[in-house]
């Protein structure tokens, strides 16, 4: 296995860990994921958002996709084993794809446990497949994909014996994601090689790949004036917002859920454009933009009307 050497230690980690994915799980996701008409994502916080951001990139291939999330207005059923028979009907097989570190989340484990009730009562495994990624295969989640889907084990953070004062020094970062992020490029390894058709290995190459070059990029950012920028703004007292359309919607959404999180420990709040719950922007607030062309009209727009109205924009 090839070592990395990255200044944040938890990089490394994350690329070890997937170095680690068994080939043959990986192979059996990828074939369900592969064969289904549509998928339905599930998971909790940062683990839903990684495995959404790979979900929106299915979505837009030129064969790809129809994902339905159970969230969605046009979800067919109050849950998924309802749901199931009419997805079923209109799109073919359905994989309820789950992604969960611990295997125990509430939500994942409520949609497992219904699709499971429904494939005990039909009997019909090969049309319904439950398939999650997790760091325990002996959880309730992994027991259910490994008997109605597949599971694949993908270490995360490991629990560490050790005096209080030591964990003020840690090197796996304040939120110790490790499953979140390598979760993330997994499936983003796996959109990558259905875009082209290829071999379940790809999509592992894909996967350590991508992350190489996401350490260079930290590597290169921590040390820019961006980062410091942004960072001066995070400490000042004022609220930030994130803004993205697309995928890079999905990619605010799971970064304002940890951001959030610390910035409500100083008092303030993170909040993502778009959302019913979005207040409009005071003077000194901070905007954070994700967008890949960065000439997308309505985020141009949102940027122009921030600043007018006193923003910092990132």
């Known amino acids: 296995m ?41 998971g909790e916080g940062r683990s839903k958002g990684a495995l959404s951001i790979a979900c929106s990139e299915m979505a837009k291939m030129k064969h790809g996709k129809i994902i339905m999330d159970r ?24 994989c309820l794809l789950i992604n969960s570190g611990s295997g125990r989340s509430l939500s994942p484990l409520l949609d497992a446990q219904n699709l499971a009730v429904y494939i005990a009562k039909t009997g019909n495994n090969r049309d319904f497949r439950i398939d999650a990624v997790t760091s325990d295969l002996e959880s309730p989640i992994g027991k259910l994909a490994t008997r109605y889907g597949n599971a694949l084990l993908l270490k995360g953070r490991e629990a560490i014996e050790e005096p209080d004062e030591a ?19 997994l499936f983003h390894g796996i959109s990558e090689a259905l875009y082209d058709e290829a071999l379940p290995g790809r999509a592992y190459e894909y996967a350590l790949e991508t992350c190489r070059e996401a350490i260079e990029i930290a590597e290169r950012s921590i040390a820019s004036e961006f980062y410091r920028f942004v960072v001066d703004k995070l400490e000042a007292r004022h609220l930030c917002f994130f803004a993205g359309l697309g995928s890079s919607h999905e990619v605010v959404r799971m970064t304002a859920v940890r951001v959030g999180h610390v910035k409500r420990a100083v008092g303030d709040q993170v909040f993502v454009a778009r959302e019913t719950s979005t207040p409009s922007p005071r003077a000194g ?16 727009g949102w940027c122009k009307n921030f600043k007018r109205m006193g923003g910092a924009i990132a």
Request: net charge negative; charged share 25%; hydrophobic share 40%.
């Open 2 to 42: 090839e070592k990395l050497a990255s200044s944040l230690g938890y990089l490394n980690k994350i690329y070890e860990n997937l170095s680690l994915v068994d080939d043959e799980q990986l192979e059996s996701l990828y074939h369900d994921i592969k064969s289904a008409g549509v998928i339905i994502p599930s």
């Open 71 to 94: 969230g969605d207005i046009g979800f067919p059923g109050r849950e998924v084993g309802e749901a199931a028979p009419i997805l079923k009907q209109r799109f073919g097989q359905v």
């Open 167 to 185: 964990r003020e020094f840690r090197d796996v970062g304040v939120m110790e994601d490790t499953f979140v992020l390598a979760s993330g490029l």
């Open 285 to 300: 607030d901070l905007l954070i933009v994700v967008s890949n062309s960065g000439e997308t009209e309505i985020v141009a």
